[in-house]
């Protein structure tokens, strides 16, 4: 008896709503490459849309306004998911992974939008304020044994140190070192505060 091979199933999602969630990552990450480099109140929605390869009015149609876009592009929630996912053992080689990927890959580190928070005056608060209770503290929730607040930002500041090393200063024998290698070398490093002494 023949059995007749069927074609894999249509994608479940509608045309629409899969250009809806391009267009969207395409609005955070134009707006995020340019809070990277210029003051909040200098970033208007035009210069956002032009990077992005869109008109002003679907910024507006998707987010609202530009407090609301730029509410999503100051929290560190979605990264932080990406960031802590893996079991505690092995968390200090996938962090420096994913730092070193997100550089590699997307040519982008979200952990270190924190280092501009000083351009953004009074929204540079709501950034080290989400960046503390959406990064550190949950790492540090995660924790176990003394100071766990501490050990995670020291892990962190670690990693923010290696996005700078690399997407910054453009450290050559790190940016041609394999990620792999790197995370070899490196995460122990940041091991060493994620795993109690003693």
Do not use: C
């Amino acid at each position: 008896m023949s059995t007749v091979s069927t074609p894999p199933g249509p994608d479940t999602r509608a045309p629409g709503r899969r250009d809806a969630e391009v267009t969207k990552a395409a609005i955070l990450k134009a707006a995020r490459h340019l809070l990277a480099r210029q003051a909040h109140a200098d970033i208007t929605l035009k210069a956002v849309a032009e990077r992005a390869g869109v008109s002003p009015p679907l910024i507006l149609k998707y987010f609202g306004n530009k407090d609301a876009l730029f509410a999503r592009v100051m929290s560190f929630d979605t990264d932080a998911d990406a960031l802590l996912d893996a079991p505690l053992p092995d968390l200090g080689r996938h962090m420096v992974r994913h730092v070193l990927t997100g550089q590699r890959d997307r040519g982008t580190d979200p952990l270190l939008r924190i280092a501009f928070a000083p351009l953004h005056g009074d929204r540079g608060e709501i950034l080290r304020a989400n960046f503390r209770a959406q990064v550190t503290e949950r790492l540090a929730a995660r924790l176990t044994g003394p100071d766990p607040g501490l050990r995670a930002e020291l892990a962190v500041a670690a990693l923010v140190g290696l996005g700078v090393m690399y997407g910054i200063a453009r450290g050559p024998h790190l940016r041609a070192t394999d990620a792999d290698a790197v995370a070899e070398r490196y995460g122990p490093l940041i091991q060493a505060q994620l795993t109690p002494q003693g």
